[in-house]
């Protein structure tokens, strides 16, 4: 059975200078975490190595945000996503995830790397009012509810999933260059 600490109004900051990766398999399964993991969720690595990543997931988060990042990524897809996790000490910290799959020789998905940064407080704002919007829908009607709303929420803005994603998280100037770095690290 996995812990699941419980959520509290707390926030864990820290520098947008700092990445935090993970490495899963194709079930979401950890199979590697970096320092700045441990540090910023609490967790050591060994309680993390084997672990659905889902450890991690927020109360606060509609399971349609993951639902459309899981569609992705086994598409074949690289995604990001801004998400709400949730630490070991129950206190909660926000970053923008960029996935990136590998794929073995034959092209079949083998796993999946992220990159998460801290989330600005613009970036935040944004989603957190479409995030509990959201939640309230799921709670009544379920993730397809969810799902529907945010669809329309897409088009009334006229914009794809992916269009809203890149306008909101797009890291720009030099932090472009650390988070390309800092990829290439681990292809």
């Known amino acids: ?56 997931r927020h109360p ?10 899981w569609n992705s990524l086994l598409r074949g897809e690289p995604v990001s996503g801004v998400v709400k996790n949730l630490a070991k000490s129950g206190e909660y910290y926000w970053v923008i995830a960029d996935f990136d799959i590998k794929k073995d020789a034959d092209g079949n998905i083998k796993s999946f790397t992220s990159f998460r940064r801290a989330a600005p ?16 829908i799921e709670k009544k009607h379920g993730m397809e509810g969810s799902l529907s709303y945010f669809e329309a929420f897409l088009e009334e803005h006229h914009m794809s999933y ?26």
């Open 121 to 136: 407080q613009q970036v935040i704002d944004t989603v957190e009012e479409l995030y509990e919007t959201m939640l309230k």
């Open 60 to 69: 606060d988060m509609p399971r349609a945000v993951f639902f459309l990042v």
């Open 1 to 56: 059975m996995i812990y699941r600490p419980i959520a509290i109004d707390q926030e864990i900051t820290f520098s947008k200078k700092k990445f935090i990766v993970s490495k899963t398999d194709i079930k979401g399964n950890i199979l590697f975490v970096n320092k700045n993991f441990c540090d910023i969720s609490g967790y050591n690595e060994d309680e993390l190595i084997g672990t659905p990543h889902n450890i991690l």
């Open 162 to 187: 992916d269009e809203f994603l890149s306008e909101l998280i797009k890291p720009r100037g030099l932090l472009a260059k650390l988070l390309e770095a800092f990829k290439s690290m681990f292809s």
